[in-house]
T-cell receptor
């Protein structure tokens, strides 16, 4: 059974810092890995999707990497802003169209 | 991409009643899923909604409690039956696209009193 872990569970940083969120998974036989953002009281917004054959994806200030063999992914946020404050969820996509989510990292960026 | 609309967005329900949540997608999609997010927790898959056949439920979820319909490729409903306070959660509809990206609706926030 796939298990996904996100570290840290919570993070508070001053504005402008570069930061890294970590995601690890136990079963490396994944199809894709996807990073989401969830704002309080809202649904999930897809940030980046990394196919199993890819090593990284970039969108603006976000860069996500994937190392299948070690069961790890990182989400790098450059020059953090208060508007980045949210919960960030990592999810892996296994056979049978099943997404398994990590517990999330609650990010607070202070002005 | 896919735009997903969920109704209701929020509701307060009496114990013992049932509520049906609707999920409408702006395009035809093959895969539709229903998730639950309990307070302070991450998301848990309830079931995969299959068009034209019975939904596929995950361990711990049963059809009598969470009946699901999927009459076509753009619409699905999830009913939470005989609600108790433990059912207070966010219920999210999601869809899978050909590019394998998963999109989520805004969620339906249910509070059972």
């Amino acid at each position: 059974k796939q298990e996904v872990t996100q570290i840290p569970a919570a993070l508070s940083v001053p504005e402008g810092e570069n930061l890294v969120l970590n995601c690890s998974f136990t079963d490396s036989a994944i199809y894709n890995l996807q990073w989401f953002r969830q704002d309080p009281g809202k649904g999930l917004t897809s940030l980046l999707l990394i196919q199993s054959s890819q090593r990284e994806q970039t969108s603006g200030r976000l860069n996500a990497s994937l190392d299948k063999s070690s069961g790890r992914s990182t989400l790098y946020i450059a020059a953090s802003q208060p508007g980045d404050s949210a919960t960030y969820l990592c999810a892996v996509y296994n056979a049978g169209n099943m997404l398994t989510f990590g517990g999330g990292t609650r990010l607070m960026v202070k002005p | 991409s896919a735009v997903i609309s969920q109704k209701p967005s929020r509701d307060i329900c009496q114990r013992g009643t049932s509520l049906t949540i609707q999920c409408q997608v702006d395009s035809q999609v093959t895969m539709m899923f229903w998730y639950r997010q309990q307070p302070g927790q991450s998301l848990t898959l309830i079931a995969t909604a299959n068009q034209g056949s019975e939904a596929t439920y995950e361990s711990g979820f049963v059809i009598d409690k969470f009946p699901i319909s999927r009459p076509n490729l753009t619409f699905s409903t999830l009913t939470v039956s005989n609600m108790s306070p433990e059912d207070s959660s966010i219920y999210l509809c999601s869809v899978g696209t050909d590019g394998n990206t998963i999109y989520f609706g805004e969620g339906s926030w249910l509070t059972v009193v």
